[in-house]
């Protein structure tokens, strides 16, 4: 049936579905951008006169998929608590971050079908069902894991940022304490500190101050911080600070310690990849400089060897 159409038949056809998923779409998200905006007024009390003259703030594209994401069948708490703990690790701490995660999901999972259809219209007639189907199946794959391998990279990323910034914080937090100031305050300083740095240590610490102030107890608050971190440092401070804290030990000293620790670890990591650095460069010795020096060495006497025999 599909040999039997012309291309244009089927850039038509194309043309149709397409317009009717973008219609369909459009009309969720006008709808769920209305629905709000009538539900925030009501709740601020502004009559429908007065809000013509409030501008839309909503016409963001972020705040638009936030609003289409509420409107979704969202998943169970369980994984719902899940997908907010990865997206703080991301660092998306806003209450939106879960709609737009998900809405940005099916966005991207529409998007590779609407150019699987536009590439279906023109050259559907040109290539066989299999590599057709091939196509579908790897647009399909890319727009259903591109959000997660987003924030699983995004979370890489940050941990990296924040492993490297550890050892600057305990060395900043052990002079505080040494300095007098008690814990609270020193964590104050040293977000203050780190911040044009290691802007990733500062959200988290200024977090962990807020949780503290908030009532929360340090051990739980320190053992949220390794979490949102994700890094073993951080839990290994935690575990520290708890034992100091029940054996009522000098928590300059504990600090003094675990400094020197992490110090030390990021040296072993600085050794470990200057150690791996000839490995890696054995590729390229081998591919580009190599084969230069071998053509430089018998180039002479190839051109000797013609010059002889001819």
Not at 171 to 182: H, V
Request: proline letters at 5%.
């Amino acid at each position: 049936m599909l040999s039997s159409l012309t291309q244009i038949q089927l850039l038509i056809i194309t043309a149709i579905f397409m317009a009717l998923s973008l219609a369909g779409i459009a009309v969720a998200i006008w709808s769920s951008l209305k629905k709000n905006t009538v539900m925030s007024r009501r709740l601020s009390g502004v009559s429908k006169q007065d809000a013509d003259f409030i501008p839309n703030s909503t016409a963001a594209t972020p705040d638009m998929i936030a609003s289409f994401g509420r409107h979704l069948t969202l998943p169970g708490p369980e994984e719902i608590s899940k997908i907010r703990f990865k997206l703080s690790q991301a660092g998306f701490y806003e209450a939106k971050s879960i709609p737009m995660f998900y809405g940005a999901s099916v966005v991207a999972l529409l998007l590779p079908v609407f150019g699987l259809l536009a590439f279906w219209g023109i050259y559907g007639s040109q290539l066989p069902a299999e590599k057709l189907v091939l196509v579908a199946v790897t647009f399909i794959a890319l727009g259903l894991f591109a959000p997660s391998i987003y924030l699983r990279g995004r979370i890489k990323k940050r941990q990296m940022q924040a492993r490297e910034g550890f050892p600057d914080m305990m060395d900043l937090l052990l002079a505080c304490i040494e300095a007098g100031l008690g814990l609270d305050a020193a964590l104050s300083v040293v977000a203050k500190e780190l911040g044009k740095r290691f802007p990733v240590i500062q959200i988290n610490l200024d977090l962990l101050n807020l949780e503290l102030m908030a009532g929360r107890t340090r051990p739980e608050a320190f053992k949220n911080f390794a979490e949102r971190l994700g890094l073993e440092e951080a839990k290994s401070l935690n575990i520290m600070l708890k034992q100091s804290e029940e054996m009522g030990s000098s928590l300059g000293a504990a600090l003094r310690t675990f400094s020197e620790e992490m110090r030390t670890k990021r040296m072993l990591r600085a050794e470990e990849k200057a150690m791996a650095l000839p490995a890696k460069m054995t590729i390229p010795l081998i591919v580009f400089i190599f084969p230069t020096i071998l053509l430089m060495m018998f180039l002479p006497a190839a051109a000797r060897l013609t010059d002889a025999f001819v």
